[in-house]
Structure formats: structure tokens, C-alpha cells
């Protein structure tokens, strides 16, 4: 059964640095991995889908690696913003299904000014 | 300007009683979808659709319904049978092969901006 990991469940950095958010999946047989952002009481945006095929992903600032080998996927951000703190999900597709996501429960990420 | 929208942003409701959260796109997306989220926890799926008419449970739909008779709107009821309902209800929209972005897979879901059900 396909398990998907966010650790830490938190963190705090100050603006400016670069950062690492961490994805972890059990199971390798994925079609896609994707990030994203959820600010407080909002909806989801998506920020980056990696297909199988590919090793990042790259809009802005943020990257996005894959690596099904070892179950993990990250998403760097670079020279983060206060504007950057929200939670940050990632989602793999279940297997057998076209349409059905598994979730990770998300890294609070906070960026101290 | 295309999107999802869900209606109302905040609803309380009184034990014993039904409601029933709106969610439209205008996106042209086949499928659609429902989730819950608690605090701390990643989303859960209640209910998805493929197509009109036709929609399967997801992981969690004890004490949900919903219908799918037009292609644009999903709405979701929450009824008295549903044990702890207070949430943050997520809907969301995606169609196989399109995108704004070249090579996007059917998997990509684009959200609503979420009803926050409380139960007085």
C-alpha cells in the first residue's frame, strides 16, 4: 500500500536562506509526483508535477527532484520570502487508478523576516 | 477568468441536520472531486467523479452523497449520518490530456477554494 511521508512536520527558517522540503513514498511505481502549496484557510495551488520519466523540475525559484529509487522527492527553495510560509503537500497518483491521489500531511513552513 | 469556485466559504450546522456545499468550475474538466481535511492530517477523498452521472466513493464517503448532472458543478451533502463533520472541504477539477502546460498529465488536480463546515 502506497504511503506518503512529509518530514518535518514544520519548519521555521529565516528569510533568505536556501531550503529543503522532503517527500517520501513506499511504494516506486509511481506515474507522476506533484507539490502544493496551501496558505492558511485556502485551497491548494500547484506549484511543480515531476513525471516518472523526469529528475526535477524547475518554476522560479522553486526545483523539484525525483528520485524513484530511493522513495523521495524534494522541493528546494531558493532565497525563500516571508510571502514563501504556507503549508507545502505533495501527492503521488495511486497506482491502479487514473484519478485517485495518495497525500502526504504537509510541512508548515514558516519564513521569519 | 477560469476556475473553481465553492460555495459557502464558512457554514455552521446543527446536529441532525443535512447541508450541502456547492462546487462549480467552468474549467471544461471531466473529472471531479471531494476531500476532507482535518488538522495535521494530509486530504482525504470523499467522493470523485469521472464523468456525468457517474461518480464512485473514495476512502471516507460514510455519511456523504453527492450527484454529477452537469458537467460543471459537484455538489457535496454532508448528512446527519456523518459522525464528526466539521472540516475543511477541498474540491477539486482534472481532465486527461489537458493543462495549461505542455505535458500535463491527467493527474493534475486544480482546487476550489475550500468550506470550512462547523457543527454547533
Known amino acids: 500500500k502506497q504511503e506518503v511521508t512529509q518530514i518535518p512536520a514544520a519548519l521555521s527558517v529565516p528569510e533568505g536562506e536556501n531550503l529543503v522540503l522532503n517527500c517520501s513514498f513506499t511504494d516506486s511505481a509511481i506515474y507522476n509526483l506533484q507539490w502544493f502549496r496551501q496558505d492558511p484557510g485556502k485551497g491548494l495551488t500547484s506549484l511543480l508535477l515531476i513525471q516518472s520519466s523526469q529528475r526535477e523540475q524547475t518554476s522560479g525559484r522553486l526545483n523539484a527532484s525525483l528520485d524513484k529509487s530511493s522513495g523521495r522527492s524534494t522541493l528546494y527553495i531558493a532565497a525563500s520570502q516571508p510571502g514563501d510560509s504556507a503549508t507545502y503537500l505533495c501527492?503521488?497518483?495511486?497506482?491502479?487508478?487514473?484519478?485517485?491521489?495518495?497525500w502526504g500531511a504537509g510541512t508548515k513552513l514558516i519564513i521569519k523576516p | 477568468d477560469g476556475g473553481i469556485t465553492q460555495s459557502p466559504k464558512y457554514l455552521f450546522r446543527k446536529e441532525g441536520q443535512n447541508v450541502t456545499l456547492s462546487c462549480e468550475q467552468n474549467?471544461?474538466?471531466?473529472?471531479m472531486y471531494w476531500y476532507r481535511q482535518d488538522p495535521g492530517q494530509g486530504l482525504r477523498l470523499i467522493y470523485y467523479s469521472q464523468i456525468v452521472n457517474d461518480f464512485q466513493k473514495g476512502d471516507i464517503a460514510e455519511g456523504y452523497s453527492v450527484s454529477r448532472e452537469k458537467k460543471e458543478s459537484f455538489p457535496l451533502t454532508v448528512t446527519s449520518a456523518q459522525k464528526n463533520p466539521t472540516a475543511f472541504y477541498l474540491c477539486?477539477?482534472?481532465?486527461?490530456?489537458?493543462?495549461?502546460?505542455?505535458?500535463?498529465?491527467?493527474?493534475?488536480?486544480?482546487f476550489g477554494p475550500g468550506t470550512r463546515l462547523t457543527v454547533l
Open positions: 477539486a477539477s482534472s481532465s486527461p490530456g489537458q493543462g495549461s502546460k505542455k505535458g500535463v498529465s491527467y493527474n493534475e488536480q486544480f
Open positions: 501527492a503521488v497518483p495511486l497506482w491502479d487508478s487514473n484519478y485517485q491521489l495518495i
Open positions: 474549467l471544461n474538466h471531466d473529472a
